[in-house]
């Protein structure tokens, strides 16, 4: 049901406090120097070990910030006027993963003005995700079809960014295949609810998404490719599994859907050849 009158906004103040924090620990993350810890287990008598770093905590932390400020948000929706038991977690996904995943590329950028460009970007992209959060919540508000598209396109660009990021990294194979498809399958889920696809299926299909980026990160791991050229070979099969397995779900795969999506997809592969070869 849409609601009557003027057609609802997020809280400035809100969305500037939460902004804010995020910004602060963005520097802080940046200039402060924090202690670094080792994590180690054993798997089926093998050693798995990680380290802990202090800008890897505080992107963490960044995230659940701007988690609880999305569901702050959410939570003044006149939707949720009298219905407090209606769950907002699907509306963490998205602000959680941008703060995360340009958080921790931010703390990798090679000077300080690229530090501080990457930075100006990163408040607009959490602006943004927490504007259009709060929009999509009602289906029949006039402006949530283009806060869908916002979104969804930003799902992919934090997914490019992420692989880049992992490849650039060079962590062990099954720490990036972990984090590149645990956060693929994150961002799946939402890239479906936006659609209004039923949860259940939805999870399930996001579930196989993200278990299909893990193993091709994992695949490409002992290649000798560009980061560029990686992310986008992982990136193939995310658009391409999220897509056509969303238009199942609604009932939608038509022939020009194939088309559309094969397409997007061999341009991609064209890129990322390209690259590879430069």
């Given at each position: ?13 809100q969305i500037s ?36 770093s202090g800008p ?74 927490l504007i259009a ?146």
């Amino acid at each position: 049901m849409s609601v009557s009158g003027p057609r609802p906004f997020p809280s400035r103040d809100q969305i500037s406090v939460v902004t804010a924090v995020i910004v602060l620990a963005y520097v802080l993350a940046r200039f402060l120097v924090l202690p670094a810890r080792a994590v180690t287990a054993t798997l089926f008598g093998s050693a798995l070990g990680f380290e802990l770093s202090g800008p890897f905590v505080m992107m963490v932390f960044a995230a659940g910030l701007i988690s609880a400020g999305s569901e702050l948000l959410i939570r003044g929706h006149p939707q949720f006027a009298g219905r407090p038991a209606r769950r907002t977690v699907i509306h963490w996904i998205l602000p959680g993963a941008t703060a995360l995943v340009l958080g921790s590329a931010l703390n990798h950028t090679p000077t300080d003005q690229m530090w501080w460009l990457g930075l100006a970007g990163s408040v607009v992209a959490l602006v943004v995700v927490l504007i259009a959060e709060y929009l999509v919540v009602d289906p029949a508000d006039p402006r949530h079809d283009a806060a869908a598209l916002a979104l969804s396109a930003l799902a992919y660009l934090l997914t490019l960014i992420l692989f880049i990021l992992l490849r650039h990294l060079g962590a062990r194979a099954w720490v990036s295949a972990l984090i590149g498809g645990g956060v693929a399958a994150a961002l799946a889920l939402r890239l479906f609810a936006l659609k209004l696809a039923p949860l259940w299926r939805s999870a399930f299909y996001a579930g196989v998404v993200g278990l299909i980026c893990a193993e091709v990160i994992w695949a490409l791991s002992p290649l000798a490719l560009p980061a560029i050229a990686a992310a986008l070979l992982a990136l193939v099969p995310f658009y391409l599994c999220q897509g056509l397995a969303e238009h199942h779900v609604l009932g939608r795969l038509t022939r020009r859907v194939w088309i559309e999506y094969g397409a997007v997809g061999s341009l991609l592969l064209i890129l990322a050849l390209v690259w590879g070869r430069a």
